[in-house]
């Protein structure tokens, strides 16, 4: 930078960023300047920008390639850091992360949300003995980050590349959202693992936006642009509050809109067809208040922010659309993840209930369905906010367990007048029990026995029992549950009680 250059001038030029050549090969990719995405995230653009001049004698390095600052999302201050590409790729040098790990610090002193802009090759081998290794060094943001979780929300938007150890800083956001096509993240690079292990792959097979949305679960929102990441950002932070001190700000409530097709008529009578479990959600909640979270993951379990009544709400359902609403290691994942999140920030649970159980057979037991599945006990075991359980139609088995049953706690498990709770379904009950007895009968005398025996068990499981065992709190008409949803809720909302005294469980991770 030259010496004789006004202040006005200096700032002019560390703020248009890198050379315009690496402007227009961003362009080209759909990718904005830095500063014009905080632009687009802010209510008003950065209040205040720290660490400005960072490395201003070296003309190359900019800001040394991250602009760090407060900004208000939806009127509420939040900090942020965020990567400039234009600047060496995005990569790190020693005051890039010094200028990281100090708005991080700020965020921790002031209990303000942490956003991350990333957009990074990693880090500059060229500085590694400065920004690698020391006390305040690349490490140490991610000691930051964790420190940080469960205080602050902390978000990443991933608009390019998050490689090798930077990879990590995704990884310890409570969500992650990826632009389609330039967002990637990966411990070793596709050119690094044919070089280690000899495998030839794709950016995109090995760490792309649509692989961990979908397949590693890495990733949880997948945007098709830009600008779709940064109004996901907006939308998300609307349901937080500033940290785990206080609660999310409530709204003004607005009624589902109208549908032809009642609660009642929507839930099909046979356990086991299957029916949409968005359309029962919609019909419970605020008009388009269903933020979701990790859609192409595990998609037979719903995960999502809402609003019932105005008052913010998480749910946990099960989709009997996708795999019968069966649970699977990654679903069990998904929802431990989630629940923590809502956990951490006050955020009442609601848990719409329709599953078979777990699933069974050599593949997931050899995948660990046992210990993911514990997990999913854990977290919602120990989730202190307001908790409801609905059995919308079925819950058999564990699955009983980990969608909040009566033995884990909660304010209320509620049932729908069609409802089933039992250890497996009729169908499977009467075979494990008579199979010898069915096998004995002649051919033409088996269907009125199975018949029979089915009526019997559904007697036995029949929900208004249930009731009179005070196995569940109440049987609600299908139309008044969203009533009753926001009654319970508005009655639940100072809940205080500590799960248990001890210094942090061991689990089954």
Not at 15 to 31: L, P
Not at 164 to 174: E, K, L, Q, S
Not at 360 to 385: D, N, P, Y
Request: aromatic share 8%.
């Amino acid at each position: 930078m030259a010496k004789n250059q006004t202040l006005e001038e200096k700032r002019k030029h560390i703020s248009s960023g890198g050379a315009e050549k690496y402007h227009a090969k961003n362009a080209e990719k759909g990718k904005m300047f830095v500063r014009e995405r905080l632009q687009l995230l802010f209510d008003d653009d950065l209040n205040i920008e720290d660490a400005f001049f960072a490395n201003n004698q070296d003309d190359k390095l900019p800001a040394d390639g991250v602009v760090t600052g407060i900004g208000k999302i939806n009127g509420e201050q939040v900090c942020v850091m965020a990567n400039d590409s234009t600047v060496k790729a995005g990569s790190w040098g020693a005051r890039t992360v010094e200028k990281i790990i100090r708005i991080q610090e700020t965020a921790m002193k002031l209990q303000l949300p942490m956003l991350y802009l990333v957009d990074s090759a990693g880090a500059r081998i060229t500085d590694q003995v400065e920004m690698f290794p020391n006390r305040r060094g690349a490490g140490r943001i991610f000691h930051n980050q964790i420190k940080l979780s469960g205080r602050v929300p902390q978000v990443c938007l991933l608009f390019g590349p998050s490689a090798a150890g930077g990879a990590y800083i995704p990884a310890f956001c409570d969500i992650v959202v990826m632009v389609d096509g330039n967002a990637s993240m990966y411990l070793g690079s596709p050119r690094m693992a044919e070089k280690v292990i000899g495998e030839k792959v794709s950016l995109e097979e090995m760490g792309g936006a649509k692989m961990h949305c979908s397949v590693s679960g890495c990733g949880d929102v997948l945007a098709k642009d830009e600008q779709e990441a940064i109004s996901f950002a907006r939308k998300y932070m609307s349901y937080f509050p500033a940290n785990y001190r206080k609660a999310p700000a409530q709204k003004e409530s607005i009624d589902p809109v109208a549908f032809e097709k009642s609660i009642e008529e929507l839930i099909p009578e046979n356990q086991n067809a299957p029916f949409d479990m968005y359309q029962l959600i919609d019909r419970i909640i605020d008009e388009d208040s269903f933020c979701e979270i990790k859609k192409k993951f595990a998609p037979e379990l719903i995960t999502g922010l809402s609003r019932i009544d105005g008052r913010v709400v998480g749910i946990i359902a099960n989709q009997p659309r996708a795999k019968g609403g069966v649970l699977f290691p990654d679903s069990a994942d998904k929802s431990a993840k989630f629940i923590q999140l809502c956990d951490a920030f006050n955020i009442p649970l609601l848990f719409l209930v329709d599953i078979p159980g777990f699933m069974i057979g050599t593949k997931v037991e050899r995948a660990g369905i046992i210990r993911h599945g514990a997990k999913m006990l854990s977290t919602m075991s120990e989730a202190t906010v307001p908790k409801i359980s609905v059995i919308v139609r079925k819950a058999y088995g564990a699955g009983l367990y980990a969608m909040a049953g009566p033995a884990f706690e909660p304010d209320a498990c509620i049932a729908l007048p069609t409802a089933q709770i039992a250890v497996m379904g009729p169908e499977a009950a009467v075979n494990a029990v008579y199979a010898n007895k069915i096998a004995e009968l002649p051919e033409e005398e088996r269907p009125a026995f199975i018949k029979e025996k089915h009526e019997e068990y559904k007697e036995n499981i029949d929900i208004y029992r249930l009731a009179s065992e005070l196995v569940i709190d109440d049987i609600i008409q299908p139309d008044r549950l969203r009533e009753e949803l926001s009654t319970r809720y508005e009655a639940y909302q100072n809940k205080d009680v500590t799960f248990t005294e001890r210094k942090h469980g061991v689990y089954p991770v």
